[in-house]
């Protein structure tokens, strides 16, 4: 089994809804099972399912950053592995 993190701390220290958002919109688009815990999405995808690329990935969480108007708020950034980061922007 494959999995994918996503690190949301900063993103659900603002608002918890957007979080539930996130988790919807990453449903609907990639096949695989979604646990939301403290601070982190996770992503897992059953064996002999298709793991995503990592770019797709980023893209998705960008797109869905867009949609939520909060793309001038947050970027994504990704970590070694299959770990990404919603941080804020500093201004």
Request: a positive charge.
């Amino acid at each position: 089994m494959s999995t994918v993190a996503i690190k949301i701390s900063e993103l659900r220290g603002k608002n918890d809804e957007n979080v539930n958002d996130l988790a919807e919109f990453l449903e609907g688009k990639v096949d695989a099972k979604i646990n939301v815990a403290g601070g982190e999405i996770t992503l897992n995808f059953e064996a002999g399912r298709k793991v995503p690329s990592k770019a797709y990935v980023r893209v998705l969480l960008r797109k869905f950053l867009h949609k939520a108007e909060l793309n001038e708020k947050f970027r994504v950034i990704s970590e070694k592995g299959n770990v990404f980061i919603i941080k804020e922007r500093r201004i």
